[in-house]
Every structure is written in C-alpha cells, then in structure tokens.
C-alpha cells in the first residue's frame, strides 16, 4: 500500500508546481498589457463621445455602459451579482435660501456672504458672538485655549500669527502653514471651530471671498451650481453652518476685525434663516471581480475614477484623457491581463475588484459612498487598494528620465507594502520611482486629493500611482493624442504586478502604522 501512496503525493506534488505561476508566466501576463490597446480604449474613452464625463451627465452614463461591455466581453463578472453599476444617489447642491441681518442690518448672498457647506436648513437667533481671531487650533498657537464656542456663532479672520521677527509662529519661518495656504486654510479652520462646538463659523477672507462669490454667482447665473453631495447618513452629526464673508461683513460682526486678533465674546443682535435647496441626481460606480481561488474572502481592489468635469459654457469638451482616462484604460487592461492567466489556471489566490468611481472631481464622493455608505465587500477583509490617477504624461517640472512615476502613500500605513512595491518594481519594471509628493508637508495634499484616501483613512494600505500635473490639466487640451503610451504601458506593468504579489503571497500584508 504505501507505494501506491507515495505515487499519488508526487502526482499530486506535480499538479500543484504545474499550476504554480513561474517568473516567465508572470511576465507573459504582464505583457499582454500593450500601448496599443491602451491606446485603443482611449481614443474611444476620451472622445467627445463621451461629452468630458461629468458626473450624473450622459457622458458619464456612456461611459458606465463602455465599462460594463468591455467587463463582460473579458468575461469578468460583476461584484453585484447581474449588476456591474453601484448606484450612488447624489444630490445637486444649489444656492440655498439665507437671509442675514446683524444688529438690524440685512446682507445680501454673493455680494456679502456665500456658504461654503451643505447643512440642514434652520434658524439661528443670538444677542452675542465670539470672536475667535484667526480661528486656528494647533500645538504651537491655538485661539480656542480657554474660549467656550460651543453652539455659539463664531467669526474667524484670515492670517497666522507671526513673531517679531516676521516668521509664522507655527511654521517658524516665513512659509505659510495650513491656516493660511488657501483653500486648505477654508477646511482647517471650520473643522476647528466645529471640533470645538461651533454652530457655525463666518471666515472673513477678502481674496478668497471675492473669488469664491464670483465662481458661485457665475454658476447661478448659468443655471445654478453643479456641486454634488452624498445624501447626510442617518447617524451623522450636524454640520456646522459655514460662510465665507466680505470685510463689509467682518466688520459688522466685529468692529475691530482688522486691527485685533485678541479673542473675545461681542453683544451682536444676530439673526439668520437658512433653507438648504439639493436636487437629486443618479451616478454610478462600475465594479468587476475575479475571485481568489485559495483566499476569496480577502480582497484587492485596484481603483480609478470614471469621470471628469464635463463642458464649459463654451461649449468646450474636456475629454480627460490623463484625469483619469489613462487609469480608467489601465485599469481595464490589467484586469485582461489578470483574466488571461486565470484561464490558464493561473488565477489570483486573493479576490481582485476593478472599481471604477463616480464624482472623484466633485469631491472623492463615489469612492467615500463605497467606504463610508455601502463597501460591496467588508473593509475588514480589504488587504489594499492601488489607485491609479494621471499615469499617461510627464511632469514638466520634473527634472530626470522620463521613465518614472511618482508614488504617494505606499509607507503611510504598511511597511511592507512599501518594500513590496519597490522589490517588484526593480524585479519587473524598472520605473523610477519618485516619492516628491509623499511628504507629509507636501503643500499639493496629493495624498488627500484622490479616491485612495477613503481607504486609506480606514486603514487600508493604499499607493497612489500619479505622473504629476502638467498644462492640459482640467483644460479641454488633455487629449489623447498627448499621451504617452510607452510610459502608460510600463506604469501599468508595474500596478498588475504589484497586485499579482498582493494578490497570491502566503499572508496578507501587515499593517504597523494604522491611525485612530
């Protein structure tokens, strides 16, 4: 008996080194992602065709069924069995209604205030404010020690303190830090005021005012505003109610705005209505999956978004051809690649889900509806998500060979997939990989600016593949035929095979650096 048996195991042995991948099957796979067809979806996803793509428009929706047909061409099913689309309700953000008066005296919308958030309609009556100078909270300087904002009407100034010697007290030199770069300044300084309690928060900040006002009144003239929101969860907290405001306003609020930065509470007769006016607008997500043979239930998702801003009033088509038409086509080949090999019984030992989300450029909103509202598979079993946005173009700015790709986050939350990244890459692709926008004090924020960051604020070890802006960036000029097509087919080389590893190693990568 113990012959036949020991027959058996070697036959047995031999099967599973036979259907064990080796280098040379891997690389095959790899090269069936080619310039060619890259270039080929491309020039059908970026065309005019497709009206520029803009969220909840019939452009997006033709491309949501190009998506679909070439998923089901591939023979790759849905995640959501018969249903490749994940409906993400919407709602189109429109002028709200708001009436203003401090001590008798009525504002006007546009002229005087706008509102920069998306709240729940109501009414606030005080007789006091609180004055919280530049409305910043950080360990070097806060105005909020010692100061009680809680449900209170709080009103901040633009700036950061600065020392004698003219250097910001939180930088500690001339550069600005967050509570006063811009738009970053708008962010940081409502979520201090809301951290702390604040109903709502008036910002007065006479450059950002005038060019919010003139954007948003530009957009009412023509039809309203197309900035989109996710419908408020039942469990969510209120948002804090938050404007931008003239210096006419400032001043009306705070007498002494300008000249003093000195926090204090102001005997102000203040009155506001606030009707919130949304209109509701369909989008999808579009999802495929090829199921793990020995760990299904553990999942990689490689991710780019669908969308892009659409048309201008000119009537100008803005085809996205590298935001994000070059992720988009990547992404698609490399889930040809991925097919290939699971029909010569190669397939990945882990799950792989080629996500394509909705309405990145109108806020991250269909990559947060599917970590935040409805994940199609638990994050809990996510191991990672590769997020390929803009990897079709060079950098102008950027000085070496061209033969690179900039990475961002792949050391935030995973040792390990950092040294996985750059062990595959120098075993298969040999890009240069440049880590400029990794760092933390990167004033782009690249790392917050794309559909990665959903997952990685619930710590799932992402990288962001990106080849940096250029000057066709959002214009009607990104076209196809100013795509580099060399440099997309190794960029994308290099996402399959980082997804090959995390898809078939012995254990899922670890996460060491995990944040609360």
């Not at 770069?181 to 809301?194: E, H, L, P, W």
Request: aromatic residues 10%; proline residues 3%.
């Amino acid at each position: 008996m113990k012959k036949p048996l020991l027959l058996l195991a070697a036959m047995a042995l031999a099967v599973s080194c036979k259907n064990e991948a080796t280098k040379e099957d891997i690389v095959a796979y790899g090269s069936t992602i080619t310039q060619k067809e890259l270039k080929d979806h491309l020039y059908i996803y970026a065309s005019d065709e497709f009206e520029g793509r803009d969220t909840g428009k019939p452009g997006q929706k033709k491309a949501i069924e190009y998506l679909k047909k070439e998923y089901e061409a591939l023979g790759i099913p849905s995640v959501i069995d018969g249903n490749y689309f994940q409906n993400v309700p919407l709602n189109i953000v429109k002028t709200p209604e708001v009436s203003i008066s401090v001590n008798g005296k009525s504002f006007n919308y546009f002229d005087d205030y706008i509102s920069v958030s998306t709240p729940d309609s109501g009414n606030i009556m005080a007789n006091d404010i609180v004055y919280a100078g530049y409305g910043i909270d950080d360990e070097k300087y806060s105005d909020y020690k010692d100061l009680d904002v809680k449900g209170k009407v709080v009103v901040i100034k633009a700036g950061e303190p600065t020392d004698k010697a003219g250097n910001n007290v939180i930088t500690g030199d001339k550069k600005a830090s967050k509570w006063s770069n811009g738009r970053q300044a708008i962010s940081a300084k409502r979520n201090a005021a809301k951290k702390h309690g604040a109903k709502a928060v008036f910002f007065m900040d006479s450059n950002l005012f005038g060019r919010y006002a003139r954007y948003f009144k530009n957009l009412d003239a023509n039809g309203g505003s197309n900035r989109l929101s996710l419908p408020k969860k039942k469990d969510a907290e209120a948002q804090i109610y938050h404007f931008l405001i003239s210096e006419k306003m400032g001043k009306a609020l705070v007498k002494n705005i300008n000249k003093s930065s000195k926090t204090a509470t102001v005997k102000t007769k203040f009155e506001m209505n606030f009707k919130s006016v949304q209109e509701p607008v369909a989008s999808e997500n579009v999802a495929a999956i090829i199921k793990g043979s020995e760990k299904p239930e553990e999942y990689i998702i490689i991710s780019a978004h669908l969308d892009h801003v659409g048309t201008n009033e000119k009537g100008e088509i803005f085809n996205g051809a590298d935001d994000d038409g070059s992720g988009t086509v990547s992404v698609l080949e490399i889930a040809e690649a991925f097919k290939q090999a699971a029909d010569k019984g190669h397939g990945p030992k882990r799950s792989i889900i080629f996500l394509h989300v909705t309405g990145e450029e109108k806020g991250l909103l269909g990559s947060k509806y599917y970590t935040d509202y409805d994940p199609l598979v638990p994050l809990a079993n996510t191991v990672a998500n590769l997020n390929i946005d803009m990897v079709g173009r060079i950098d102008p700015k950027r000085k070496g060979d061209r033969n690179y790709i900039y990475l961002i986050g792949a050391d935030k939350l995973s040792t390990e997939l950092h040294e996985l990244s750059e062990a595959v890459n120098k075993e298969f692709t040999n890009i240069e990989l440049d880590y400029k926008f990794n760092d933390e004090n990167d004033p782009n924020r690249f790392y917050y600016r794309s559909d990665h960051y959903n997952f990685a604020k619930n710590n799932i070890p992402i990288i962001f593949y990106f080849n940096g802006t250029h000057d066709d960036y959002h214009r009607a000029s990104d076209t196809p035929d100013k795509i580099n097509y060399d440099l997309l087919e190794n960029r994308s080389r290099l996402v399959f095979h980082t997804a090959w590893e995390l898809a078939n190693r012995e254990k899922r990568i670890v996460v060491d650096k995990a944040t609360e």
